[in-house]
């Protein structure tokens, strides 16, 4: 499994985003999702996950107002949408992958996750 997320860069402050996760392998469909980022200076964060077939979905509570994830199985692609943009937000975002028969809509869906993939900088500045 591998796992490469894109579609970041300069964003001005209140603009939007959407970042794709593509991953590469067999049964997307049996995988949750989980996005992540790591501001400079700071440790990694867990902002939200999605379940494997996408009906279910988890934010923490610092972003559950600005972010919305999502996923097109067909595609093996999920997404990770960001509105409003603070300078706060700037990070190297970075998705990972678990497989598992439970999703846990709450900040367990972080633990279970087996693969990781590189990261998609994205700066807000004006």
């Known amino acids: 499994v591998q796992l490469q997320a894109s579609g970041g860069g300069l964003v001005q402050p209140g603009g939007s985003l959407r970042l794709s996760c593509a991953f590469s392998?067999?049964?997307?469909?049996?995988?949750?999702i989980g996005w992540f980022r790591q501001a400079p200076g700071k440790e990694r964060e867990g902002v939200g996950c999605i379940s494997s077939g996408g009906g279910t979905t988890y934010y923490t509570d610092s972003v559950k107002d600005r972010f919305t994830i999502s996923r097109d199985n067909a595609k093996n692609l999920a997404y990770l949408e960001i509105e409003n943009l603070t300078p706060e937000d700037t990070a190297v975002y970075f998705c990972?992958?678990?497989?598992?028969?439970?999703?846990?809509?709450?900040?367990?869906?972080?633990?279970?996750?087996?693969?990781y993939g590189k990261g998609t900088l994205v700066t807000v500045s004006s």
């Open positions: 990972g992958a678990d497989r598992t028969s439970v999703f846990i809509a709450d900040t367990q869906c972080f633990d279970g996750i087996e693969y």
């Open positions: 392998g067999r049964f997307f469909d049996y995988y949750a």
